[in-house]
């Protein structure tokens, strides 16, 4: 039987369809029996929905450049 932790641990895997068929009975029969799970996957299932429709923007040279120069700045001084 699958617990709540693993449904977590696996709920990509639940959206993508990417479950071993023997595996899938137990996930069904533990969401069967568990509403706070069913909710979970319900709302990861609609956020990966949502990010799918976002449109993808180029990020102009300048900030992309800027945002490298702080990202190596923050890094040099987490080293330290």
């Known amino acids: 039987m699958v617990n709540c932790e693993e449904i977590l641990e696996l709920l990509s895997d639940l959206v993508e369809h990417e479950m071993d068929i023997d595996f899938e009975e ?3 029969e533990h969401l069967s029996e568990c509403p706070r799970c069913v909710v979970i996957l319900s709302t990861f299932r609609k956020t990966v929905s949502l990010v ?4 993808m ?8 450049r800027h945002l490298w120069q702080v990202i190596h700045i923050e890094e040099r001084k987490r080293r330290k």
């Open 26 to 28: 137990d996930i069904t």
């Open 52 to 55: 799918n429709t976002i449109e």
């Open 57 to 64: 923007k180029r990020v102009p040279v300048i900030v992309h």
